[in-house]
């Protein structure tokens, strides 16, 4: 049974553009809610930035009680945090981490790339813990390309890199804390693909570029596809070249505290945690 669409979502931009900068904020919805365990998606770029560029606008900075997942569409992306992990992630690759009890981290582009310019194009998708993981250890995982299996049609037409959890019981590269299944779907124009989705799971369905028909609805560029949670089938064609982040995870149903980067279920533990950052509980990041 087909899952229902509920309404497609057109993008918006956040904050406008930061100098040559810029990317759009999916997620949350422009009513501030979002798809549980699902919290937050930018989408930086596509962009081209110039040389003797200012990078991306972010410095270290905190986070406790949820996971990020970080696609590099194009460009390298490179991360360091206040517990050691360190590296630099290039074009297919992802960075899962899962800040958790607590950790300070930055992500940057290298100098060369501040000096030359280039395309830059990358998605970020925060994942909430529940209560009884928020204060496990922080942790990082940084895979290239040729890292992530990918599930292929017969054709060739239809290429799924499985990041993490599986795809049609194809096992992706990480196991997640929570048991999230996320996917990039890239489909040629023409291509059709069904994706399984196990009852009572709610879905995240982004598509970063092109026209596709989902369940018969039709969505573009920059565009976030909202189900009802019931079916248990997704059917996919592509009227042009696409591609797709597919994602879908099992709804925690607690409470959201959320403050910046601090993702709790109660204002106190935002508190303490604002508190465990000043005292060096996360850690010290060094430059």
């Known amino acids: ?23 759009y904020s999916p997620l949350p919805y422009q009513d501030g809610k979002a798809t549980d365990p699902f919290l937050l998606l930018h989408h930086h770029g596509p962009m081209t930035l110039p040389p003797n560029n200012s990078g991306m606008p972010f410095g270290p900075h905190p986070h406790r009680g949820f996971e990020t997942v970080t696609w590099i569409i194009s460009g390298h992306v490179v991360h360091k945090d206040s517990h050691g992990y360190h590296s630099r992630i290039d074009e297919g690759g992802i960075q899962w981490m899962s800040a958790a009890r607590g950790l300070i981290h930055n992500e940057y582009v290298e100098n060369s790339f501040k000096e030359e310019g280039g395309d830059l194009e990358i998605l970020q998708l925060w994942i909430n813990l529940p209560a009884k993981l928020k204060m496990t250890p922080a942790k990082y995982t940084g895979l290239q390309q040729q890292d992530i299996p990918v599930v292929k049609t017969d054709d060739d037409k239809v290429q799924v890199a499985v990041a993490g959890g599986s795809f049609n019981g194809h096992k992706g590269a990480i196991s997640s804390l929570t048991n999230i299944n996320a996917s990039l779907i890239k489909m040629q124009a023409g291509s059709k693909t069904d994706i399984q989705v196990a009852q009572g799971r709610n879905v995240l369905f982004y598509v970063l570029k092109g026209d596709v028909k989902v369940n018969d609805k039709a969505a573009g560029d920059r565009s976030l596809v909202l189900f ?10 592509a009227d042009t070249d696409a591609i797709i982040l597919y994602c879908d995870g099992e709804p925690l149903n607690e409470p959201v505290a959320w403050h910046g980067p601090y993702v709790m279920n109660t204002q106190t533990e935002i508190m303490e945690a604002m508190r465990d950052e000043r005292m060096g509980k996360f850690g010290f990041y060094i430059d």
């Open 1 to 23: 049974m087909q899952k229902t669409v509920n309404k497609v979502v057109n993008n918006h931009p956040i904050n406008g553009s930061l100098s040559d900068y810029y990317f």
């Open 228 to 237: 009802d949670n019931d079916g248990d089938e997704i059917n996919v064609t």
